[in-house]
């Protein structure tokens, strides 16, 4: 039975691979033809408490399926997370313990529930302990089978630390094929995943064929940039907007990522079509529509999506306050931000209180330019939260390497 264009494209947006060419309406067809639901298979390993708009990407995509009548398997790595996922670092992770785990699996799943249709006939939650726990050696042993070391080797992050005389330990070069092992154990028709977990997907289709499964198909997800527009979104660098933030912060920080990304946003975290993400880029291009106002709808957008329409309305209308309405913009003469009797604590102030209340900055987002090198005072950077306020009066500060934020201190009274 053939499955419309529309659904393809909608279930293919943001993707970045689709593999093997084909497969992904094979398996479409086979499934409308026969009435039965696509198993659709995310894997999470619980590495940290918290889930960002980054995770949220795969998430949707996820949700997506699900909406066409698919079965979301969202597989909990309780087991995997103890070896640590070596794609995209350059250096052996360290071991979680197993309460760290647990703690950060049941944040993970509770936040997941603001993404996915929890409908039990849509939604099956699992834990790949399940299956890896009660593995005797001799599993491993046939597990390992199913591959080569010159295979494992391929990926680039195993090939860059071998090239450079780096540690790669023995238990890295089998979460390949533990990730791979899920696929088998739950029967995935479709595995998702950013375009990092490409080697490990393609090795569950490898696995699943030596234990002789039907093969999965593959789909790499773009991966979201951070608020700097240039990282991937990361809570390590800071760069993140949490799901779990409240309405202002992640409409402040929506409003503060680059122009250049914006339309990648709109893209991975909405629900816009192709057509019309297209005529918003044309339009941003042309000089027809402003940047500000189209980042603003955004902001709205993923407010609303994590809260609700009336948080995001609030949102805005408090971030207008703060900057529309005040100036406090690049484009606006240097902002008078004055001390007051209050901050001076012991000859020092709290950095991060003063940019929350000169620049509307939230204190977290504050503390992240901080550490990263992004406040400047008299034109020497500031990397402690507390600053002596001896000789402030009347030195520039500057926030931001393009200078986003910036202004003239003055002396209390």
């Known amino acids: 039975m053939a499955v419309e264009p529309g659904i393809i494209s909608l279930l293919t947006k943001g993707c970045v691979e689709s593999l093997p060419d084909g497969g992904l309406e094979k398996k479409l067809e086979e499934a409308a033809g026969s009435g039965r639901q696509l198993r659709v298979k995310l894997g999470v390993d619980p590495t940290a408490p918290d889930i960002h708009l980054g995770h949220t990407v795969v998430l949707s995509k996820l949700r997506q399926f699900q909406d066409q009548g698919h079965r979301a398997v969202l597989i909990i790595g309780d087991y995997t997370a103890r070896i640590g996922d070596p794609s995209g670092v350059s250096k052996t992770r360290p071991q979680l313990s197993a309460g760290a785990i647990e703690a950060n699996a049941q944040t993970y799943q509770e936040q997941a529930w603001k993404v996915l249709d929890q409908d039990p006939s849509r939604l099956e939650v699992r834990r790949n302990s399940e299956w890896l726990a009660p593995m005797r050696l001799e599993d491993i042993f046939k597990l390992m089978s199913a591959s080569t070391v010159a295979r494992i080797l391929e990926r680039d992050d195993f090939a860059n630390r071998f090239n450079e005389n780096r540690a790669i330990s023995m238990l890295e070069t089998l979460y390949p094929l533990l990730q791979g092992y899920d696929s088998v154990a739950i029967d995935a028709d479709i595995e ?222």
Request: charged share 30%; aromatic share 6%; with cysteine.
């Open 192 to 413: 998702l995943g950013g375009t990092d977990q490409k080697f490990n997907m393609l090795m569950g289709r490898v696995v699943q064929e030596y234990y002789g499964k039907p093969r999965q198909v593959v789909l790499t997800n773009e991966i979201l940039p951070g608020t700097d527009g240039v990282d991937r979104m990361s809570k390590s660098v800071g760069n993140y907007i949490g799901v779990d933030e409240p309405a202002d912060e992640i409409f402040g920080k929506v409003m503060s990522i680059p122009d250049t990304a914006m339309i990648t946003y709109y893209r991975l975290l909405t629900s816009r079509t192709v057509e019309e993400i297209e005529s918003i880029e044309h339009g941003l291009s042309d000089g027809s529509l402003h940047p500000r106002d189209q980042k603003a709808a955004l902001a709205r957008e993923l407010v609303a999506r994590f809260h609700d329409e009336t948080a995001a309305a609030t949102a805005e209308n408090h971030f207008n306050e703060l900057f529309r309405d005040k100036r406090l913009t690049v484009d606006a003469a240097l902002v008078e931000c004055r001390l007051e009797p209050g901050d001076d604590e012991n000859g020092f102030a709290y950095l991060p209180k003063l940019l929350e209340r000169w620049f509307g900055l939230t204190r977290s987002e504050a503390r992240r330019r901080i550490r990263q090198g992004g406040v400047s005072i008299a034109d020497r950077q500031v990397l402690s939260e507390k600053i002596s306020i001896t000789g402030l009066a009347e030195s520039t500060i500057k926030v931001g390497k393009s200078v986003k934020f910036h202004g003239i201190i003055k002396s209390a009274g």
